[in-house]
């Protein structure tokens, strides 16, 4: 019997089906589905997008099981073709006979899709009515496999379906035609058969297709949990260890195969999930970031690379805190660090700018050095050496001042060590000239004098005045730059007081003569001034004493002549006896230069 059904029950059976796999298949959404009867047989066909990837057995086994379940459909047999939107061909087909019991593997494959469905109930099928299937189909029809039919498919993308009142309308689907297809699809089903036959069950429980989803269930809670785990965390180690879960997490869902009932919504979880570990991962990373800032720029700073590298990492670490939004999860650990990081990057700002100050010192002392090299190679007096040690000081003095928390420290005292001993040299060696100097002109000094002892013929004393120059001059060390000079004194002072000792031995030590002389010609009263040299010993009467004799001589007072002139003659006695010791003639003159008395030595 012929079975006629009306293009709105056709219509219905289609949008059922639809829906049926757009809430048990990943992306039925974009599935279309087509029903037509031919020859008493219900044709389905489904067609999709190219770029679409699914399981094909999956939703041959879910239309039949879809149909099986509808207890008023008497229908014996069900053709199912799948192709891709726009081709004319399909590339896979599967039937399905109501009087054949499912197979073991379909029962599997059904039994994982109900319960990934969490016990959705599928929409009642109420096509074709019963009162149009209870006719047998008759022996004479054409069989399923020798029938070329079409759907008019061109208006898929329309709202209203076309009208189909004739199941055998030409579209050119040819079921007699190879269906095997030549695209990465067949592939897969071909692959799924395979699974499904040759592991059974473990593998579709452990791969996500029936049963219970592990890795599913484990990301859903773990996104419920993970907002108060970020909040909660407040060291870099507690991050890091929400970090390697989640991590952990989503290396579970890419395991999970596409052919998956849960693949798409792994696929949805993963992105989140990855949105929210690159977060994770930038505060990671800005707190390894300031970890290892801080130790670079930890005090004493090892170098001045060190602090540069420091600083980079600080502002490393601020710019990938301060992109994290307030609303974030993250935001506490944000708000505890970020500003102990800007004072800390305003610290290494403020120890770099020391830095540049020390190594700018550094070169300048180095220079300075330099300068001191030059003074040093051209030094000519004991004040070039006074001028070295000042400048060697001012280098010891600017490393000195170098902090010992600075990068530079290490090579100041690197120059102290070099620069020190130099400074100690500098100071010994002026010191050293500076005693030669005042050693030389001591030498000078008492010659000098010497000659006026000698001037004087204050022998004594002249010897003793050449002796102390000679000596200072013979002090004065080889090393000196007053040794030259000091040794060509050593032989005319080395004369001189030859000439004074020989003086000395012929006339004695005049220096009682002197005193006696000085305490002779003044009393209360100045009578005479004296001289002693080569010639003898020369008395000059002063002009007071002098009038006084000449006024005595005229005067008629006769006892004041008397005394004056006989404290003339005691003051002339005195002087003779003077004379007659010295061994040294003895001339006396008036104020005015007149010869008054002359005595030589016997």
């Known amino acids: 019997m012929k079975v006629s059904v009306s293009q709105e029950d056709i219509q219905l059976l289609a949008d059922k089906l639809k829906e049926q796999l757009r809430t048990e298949v990943p992306s039925g959404n974009l599935f279309q589905v087509k029903c037509a009867i031919k020859n008493n047989e219900l044709m389905v066909l489904i067609q999709h997008p190219e770029s679409l990837i699914f399981d094909n057995v999956r939703v041959f086994v879910l239309l039949k099981d879809i149909l099986r379940r509808q207890s008023n459909y008497q229908t014996p047999k069900v053709q199912f073709f799948i192709r891709v939107s726009g081709e004319k061909l399909p590339y896979a087909k599967d039937s399905l006979d109501l009087r054949v019991e499912e197979s073991e593997e379909e029962k599997e494959i059904r039994l994982g899709i109900q319960t990934y469905s969490n016990n959705t109930k599928s929409p009642e099928l109420i096509f074709p009515p019963v009162d149009l299937l209870n006719s047998p189909s008759p ?32 579209l050119d689907i040819d079921v007699n035609k190879p269906t095997l ?40 809670q773990f996104k419920r949990q993970s907002p108060q785990l970020i909040r909660q965390s407040k060291s870099p180690q507690q991050l890091l260890a929400v970090q390697q879960q989640l991590e952990g997490v989503i290396s579970g869902l890419e395991k999970i195969p596409q052919w998956s009932p849960r693949h798409q919504e792994a696929r949805e979880l993963n992105s989140s999930f990855s949105d929210q570990l690159a977060k994770i991962q930038q505060v990671t ?30 502002r490393v670490a601020i710019a990938q805190l301060e992109s994290i939004k307030p609303n974030s999860e993250l935001y506490g650990l944000v708000k505890e660090n970020l ?17 540049e100050k020390f190594l700018k010192k550094l070169v300048a002392v180095k220079a300075v050095a330099d300068a001191a090299y030059k003074r040093e190679a051209n030094v000519k007096s004991s004040s070039d050496w006074q001028r070295v040690e000042s400048t060697w000081l001012v280098v010891i003095n600017a490393l000195k001042s170098i902090s010992p928390d600075s990068a530079a420290h290490q090579e100041a005292q690197t120059l102290l060590e070099k620069y020190q001993p130099k400074l100690i040299a500098a100071r010994d060696r002026a010191n ?88 002779t010609c003044a009393n209360t009263v100045k009578f005479c001034t004296f001289t002693i040299d080569n010639k003898g010993i020369i008395v000059r009467l002063t002009p007071e004493y002098n009038q006084a004799l000449q006024s005595s001589s005229s005067n008629p007072d006769e006892g004041t002549a008397t005394n004056m002139q006989n404290h003339y003659q005691s003051l002339q006695n005195a002087l003779k006896v003077i004379s007659e010791n010295a061994n040294l003639p003895l001339f006396i003159y008036s104020s005015q230069g007149q010869m008054m008395y002359t005595r030589m030595p016997q």
């Open 139 to 170: 022996t004479t029809d054409t069989p399923i496999e020798n029938t070329q039919f079409s759907f008019n498919l061109s208006s898929l993308e329309s709202e209203n379906e076309p009208e189909i009142s004739d199941p055998a309308v030409d």
């Open 181 to 220: 297809p030549a695209t990465p699809i067949l592939a897969g089903a071909v692959l799924m058969v395979a699974v499904f036959f040759g592991f059974g069950g473990y593998f579709l429980t452990n791969s996500c297709v029936i049963g219970v989803c592990q890795e599913v269930e484990t990301a859903e």
């Open 285 to 314: 990373k800005a707190l390894e970031s300031a970890s290892l800032a801080a130790e670079k720029t930890k005090i004493p700073a090892s170098s001045l690379e060190e602090l540069k590298a420091g600083q980079s990492l600080w």
């Open 339 to 355: 500003p102990s990081y800007r004072l800390s990057l305003t610290a290494v700002n403020q120890q770099l700018e020391k830095e």
């Open 432 to 519: 050293k000239e500076l005693l030669a100097s005042q050693v030389y002109q001591q030498a000078i000094t008492a010659a000098n004098q010497a000659k006026i002892h000698s001037n004087q013929n204050q022998w004594q004393l002249a010897v003793a005045s050449w002796q102390e120059a000679l000596e200072a001059m013979k002090q004065i060390s080889p090393e000196s730059l007053y040794h030259p000079q000091a040794q060509s004194f050593i032989q005319p002072y080395s004369v001189a007081l030859t000439q004074a000792q020989e003086k000395l031995q012929l006339y004695g030590d005049l220096t009682q003569t002197r005193a006696d002389l000085t305490s």
